[in-house]
């Protein structure tokens, strides 16, 4: 997504706009038929790579043909083979693969609003009933627990690290709409004092279960399952972790959630929020801004909210120490706050 | 879109492609809305847009937040105005304006194949009934020769240059597929003696009628309603335009339709084909070759057909002297063959 800022105007660009929905599909299919697995396998000519995913050869060409045209095929004397992203991040081999963000990023239910995006623009919210994404239980989130895990997975290494800077021994650990668990097992794992508490709706946090046992964390891993707005949440913490969660509410409703974190949290302990967090021109980086619409379409009132709003936000909820973290290679940024 | 050869492998081009939908959805939102318009009318600020556009606040916010992003808007101390592209293009004031272009591009009728496109590629044909698009009487053709109308017509001058070079006094031309009309009418209005005949739909041929009534050429302009394939299309002509036909069908029918134009020309008479020519590649131009993958989930056995194809199926059907005319600043090329 690179800023088009050109002199010249481009019929081009409106057009390329327009069809852009058919790469998403384009890459859907590819995932659905587990064509990067194919490729990877090799020999990568049409009539294997029609065998190997059971599809016929007209479909196999132009398919790979469009991938090789979006950089996500290479294409050579007839044959395709991995380009460096679609090795990394595509062939479901590869220990990096975030394939499966096509189920949730591809989601019936989060695509619909974008049918009907006029109305939502008219109305300045989701038209998915209630509050949209955040209906209690919503299963978009055991899907979300289970698709973009891997994509999620790769920033817990550095939010690890960045939570636990300067902390040893025990420690209490509440993980606010945990989702997959990645974030909160990954501090048990640096930690072998530390406690894990995560909150999120119960069949979301089979799957954070699941993983913390995958981690050998399991006996310091602990449920609580419920809306983090409305369970009691225990505590005191000396860290709690609200990760991909702010934006999905208004900046009142976030700074309330803020105040019980902080009513949660030992003197001197840290709140860790991971955002999507544009610069205060709102349009940059790209791909960190658009993801406003995201909110706009999904939520009743959440937005990809500016570090000059977290900080007021975390100010306001009794805050201070206010610091922005960038998450290295991710579109993300974690905002840390002390209590 | 630019064919992306990093070296580096990016998790971002996988995130992008899986919501690149979000960007056509937000531009036809902002058609919908006469956003560009309102943009254009001035004076660019959020409260004024709201009002004009009679929407929230918030969604215009955020939806122009992501034109900017997109190179569709600029931005400049919380204002928005147009760039160099959506003032030309999408502006309804503007005379070049191609935003009708979103009603027949973001057609359910066309964008429903996208959704089951795993199930295109394992069939090797569109999911939609029968002969998808091209089935008989398909209403998305009226829709076409509306919506697209302003886009196709911006090539209408060069394609009558090219075809009438040479040519001077009374001339008989059949338009085959005319849709909009324009490039039959774009001839006769260079040429005062030539007598055009349009081969559509009869739905289809109205919009044709109307056009032609616009440019004060009807008294020339015959309506031949039906399929191409099937209607005795008299003659002879001195030219026969097949413009945005040829890529729906498989070579066979291509060649059996061409055999019947060459019945219908004038010895000598000339053949011009308006097509998405891709290099031999299949991958380049990027714009071009991706067109094929919309005749996959559209049609039964259509393609974008390189030169070395179509000159193979112009001389088959007996056409010799076969040229590719690129159309400047357009991603269309116009094969040329002469009877």
Same mark, same amino acid.
């Given at each position: 997504?690179?800023?088009?800022?050109?002199?010249?105007?481009?019929?081009?660009?409106?057009?390329?706009?327009?069809?852009?929905?058919?790469?998403?599909?384009?890459?859907?299919?590819?995932?659905?038929?587990?064509?990067?697995?194919?490729?990877?396998?090799?020999?990568?000519?049409?009539?294997?790579?029609?065998?190997?995913?059971?599809?016929?050869?007209?479909?196999?060409?132009?398919?790979?043909?469009?991938?090789?045209?979006?950089?996500? &095929?290479?294409?050579?004397?007839?044959?395709?083979?991995?380009?460096?992203?679609?090795?990394?991040? &595509?062939?479901?081999?590869?220990?990096?693969?975030?394939?499966?963000?096509?189920?949730?990023?591809?989601?019936?239910?989060?695509?619909?609003?974008?049918?009907?995006?006029?109305?939502?623009?008219?109305?300045?919210?989701?038209?998915?009933?209630?509050?949209?994404?955040?209906?209690?239980?919503?299963?978009?989130?055991?899907?979300?627990?289970?698709?973009?895990?891997?994509?999620?997975?790769?920033?817990?290494?550095?939010?690890?690290?960045?939570?636990?800077?300067? &902390?040893?021994?025990?420690?209490?650990?509440?993980?606010?709409?945990?989702?997959?668990?990645?974030?909160?097992?990954?501090?048990? =794992?640096?930690?072998?004092?530390?406690?894990?508490?995560?909150?999120?709706?119960?069949?979301?946090?089979?799957?954070?279960?699941?993983?913390?046992?995958?981690?050998?964390?399991?006996?310091?891993?602990?449920?609580?399952?419920?809306?983090?707005?409305?369970?009691?949440?225990?505590?005191?913490?000396?860290?709690?972790?609200?990760?991909?969660?702010?934006?999905?509410?208004?900046?009142?409703?976030?700074?309330?959630?803020?105040?019980?974190?902080?009513?949660?949290? =030992?003197?001197?302990?840290?709140?860790?929020?991971?955002?999507?967090?544009?610069?205060?021109?709102?349009?940059?980086?790209?791909?960190?801004?658009?993801?406003?619409?995201?909110?706009?379409?999904?939520?009743?009132?959440?937005?990809?909210?500016?570090?000059?709003?977290?900080?007021?936000?975390?100010?306001?909820?009794?805050?201070?120490?206010?610091?922005?973290?960038?998450?290295?290679?991710?579109?993300?940024?974690?905002?840390?706050?002390?209590?």
């Amino acid at each position: 997504m690179t800023p088009q800022h050109a002199a010249a105007p481009s019929p081009e660009l409106v057009f390329e706009t327009l069809t852009a929905y058919q790469r998403s599909a384009a890459l859907r299919a590819a995932i659905e038929l587990d064509l990067f697995r194919a490729i990877g396998e090799g020999p990568g000519d049409i009539a294997s790579l029609a065998r190997q995913c059971q599809a016929s050869q007209r479909g196999i060409r132009i398919l790979c043909d469009y991938l090789t045209i979006l950089g996500l &095929l290479a294409k050579e004397d007839g044959c395709y083979r991995h380009t460096p992203t679609s090795a990394v991040f &595509l062939d479901p081999r590869s220990p990096a693969s975030i394939a499966s963000a096509a189920r949730f990023l591809g989601h019936p239910a989060l695509a619909e609003p974008f049918i009907r995006l006029a109305d939502v623009v008219r109305s300045g919210h989701t038209v998915l009933p209630g509050d949209g994404s955040v209906e209690p239980e919503n299963p978009i989130w055991v899907e979300f627990a289970h698709g973009m895990a891997p994509m999620m997975g790769a920033m817990a290494g550095p939010l690890g690290a960045i939570v636990l800077e300067g &902390l040893a021994g025990p420690l209490r650990v509440l993980d606010v709409a945990a989702g997959h668990g990645l974030f909160g097992i990954e501090v048990a =794992k640096r930690n072998p004092e530390a406690q894990v508490t995560a909150v999120d709706w119960a069949a979301v946090l089979e799957v954070a279960r699941g993983n913390a046992r995958k981690a050998g964390v399991e006996e310091r891993y602990h449920l609580l399952p419920g809306s983090a707005f409305d369970v009691a949440c225990g505590g005191p913490y000396d860290i709690v972790l609200l990760t991909n969660f702010l934006h999905h509410f208004d900046p009142p409703t976030c700074i309330g959630l803020l105040r019980k974190v902080h009513a949660a949290l =030992k003197a001197g302990g840290r709140a860790a929020a991971l955002e999507f967090v544009p610069n205060e021109d709102r349009v940059s980086p790209p791909m960190v801004a658009a993801f406003s619409l995201t909110m706009l379409a999904s939520t009743a009132a959440g937005d990809a909210y500016t570090f000059r709003e977290l900080e007021k936000m975390y100010r306001e909820a009794g805050f201070s120490g206010i610091n922005a973290h960038p998450i290295p290679r991710s579109p993300h940024t974690l905002v840390m706050g002390c209590a």
